[in-house]
T-cell receptor, first 117, second 114 residues
Framework: GAVVSQHPSRVICKSGTSVKIECRSLDFQATTMFWYRQFPKQSLMLMATSNEGSKATYEQGVEKDKFLINHASLTLSTLTVTSAHPEDSSFYIC?????????????FGPGTRLTVL | DAKTTQPTSMDCAEGRAANLPCNHSTISGNEYVYWYRQIHSQGPQYIIHGLKNNETNEMASLIITEDRKSSTLILPHATLRDTAVYYCIVRDWYSGGGADGLTFGKGTHLIIQP
């Protein structure tokens, strides 16, 4: 299957700082990528849809000024958590939509564990 | 997207076939059945998807009933590494709905027993 990477895999930061997470599709181009968040013992929740060359669309209740998304190329989307607070500590997971070869499937990255002190 | 119903948890002995059911009685004609799994502290892993016919790949088989109201994911020879939460998701990818993110339910926690 297609491969999606995330970097970093784990980050610890102080409250008030910003953290950038990268999501890359390694062997396919993705015009659409997605960002999810998962709190302990809960299911993944969609945060936003990242569209190459245009603005991201955010789910209800997700602050676009706090979670900045940039989809600068067909293989890279970044999520920046600005002015992070302890309640932003979570597992952040991206996925990329692969529409090549007659398949339309989302492939997920390994996730980034964010801890805000 | 159609709603899916899965058992909360299942046990299976190592080496045996694991059969995970999913009900999707309100599925529409354009909707595909997708299966993902999430091993603890990792991102979800795509397993398989299908529309009407049964499908098989190197990971699993997907059996869809003729009326498409339910399906079963089969892991033919379960190993300890198959312990994970398995999600059945119904999606209309090919009619303009593919640009949306996935909605994850609670899934089935499959535990492979040694």
């Amino acid at each position: 299957g297609a491969v999606v990477s995330q970097h970093p895999s784990r980050v610890i930061c102080k409250s008030g700082t910003s953290v950038k997470i990268e999501c890359r599709s390694l062997d396919f181009q993705a015009t659409t990528m997605f960002w999810y968040r998962q709190f302990p013992k809960q299911s993944l929740m969609l945060m936003a849809t990242s569209n190459e060359g245009s603005k991201a669309t955010y789910e209800q209740g997700v602050e676009k000024d706090k979670f900045l998304i940039n989809h600068a190329s067909l293989t890279l989307s970044t999520l920046t958590v600005t002015s992070a607070h302890p309640e932003d500590s979570s597992f952040y997971i991206c996925s990329a939509r692969d529409r090549g070869g007659g398949v339309d499937t989302q492939y997920f990255g390994p996730g980034t564990r964010l801890t805000v002190l | 997207d159609a709603k899916t119903t899965q058992p909360t948890s299942m046990d299976c002995a190592e080496g045996r076939a694991a059969n995970l059911p999913c009900n999707h009685s309100t599925i529409s004609g354009n909707e595909y059945v997708y299966w993902y799994r999430q091993i603890h502290s990792q991102g979800p892993q795509y397993i398989i998807h299908g529309l009407k016919n049964n499908e098989t790949n190197e990971m699993a088989s997907l059996i869809i009933t003729e009326d498409r109201k339910s399906s079963t994911l089969i892991l033919p020879h379960a190993t300890l590494r198959d312990t994970a939460v398995y999600y059945c998701i119904v999606r209309d990818w090919y009619s303009g709905g593919g640009a949306d993110g996935l909605t994850f339910g609670k899934g089935t926690h499959l535990i492979i027993q040694p």
